[in-house]
């Protein structure tokens, strides 16, 4: 999915367009999904591409990854590109979408009581939710 960067302004919110298309990050506990738990599906956003199962979504206690939505996997393996990220002078893997490109968050090997060890550390902002029963939130 190809948009200038005037559609993808236009498309989003400024909150929106700050994290998933210039790589910022949400203030954490801001995000409206944190606490979300019912069954359903996250999706991009930016484009509704599929990434995140509410079946692998966890509560982080991860010092410093609080605040955040947290998943353990991705819902398909080719929903998300992972890239290295050296900013800020910390070594880091980016999480972005594979359909669109935008920044969703980064992934660490830091949830050793989570299958696979991986924490998906995911801005909510980048994220609609869409609860199996299909109440679109």
Not at 6 to 27: C, D, I, M, N, S
Not at 59 to 72: D, K, N, R, V
Not at 119 to 135: G, R, T
Request: glycine share 8%; hydrophobic share 30%.
């Amino acid at each position: 999915m190809q948009l200038s960067e005037e559609e993808w302004k236009a498309k989003l919110t400024p909150e929106q367009y700050r994290v998933l298309r210039q790589k910022g990050t949400e203030a954490p506990f801001s995000g409206e999904l944190i606490n979300e738990n019912r069954d359903g599906m996250f999706k991009c956003a930016a484009c509704g591409a599929e990434l995140f199962s509410s079946e692998h979504k966890f509560e982080s206690t991860a010092s410093g990854l609080q605040g955040w939505p947290s998943f353990s996997d991705i819902a398909k393996s080719d929903a998300v590109k992972l890239i290295d990220d050296n900013s800020l002078g910390v070594k880091r893997t980016e999480v972005q979408c594979a359909t669109c490109g935008s920044h969703l968050g980064h992934v660490f090997d830091e949830a050793e009581d989570q299958p696979g060890g991986k924490h998906y550390c995911i801005n909510s902002v980048c994220l609609d939710f869409e609860s199996k029963d299909n109440h679109h939130k």
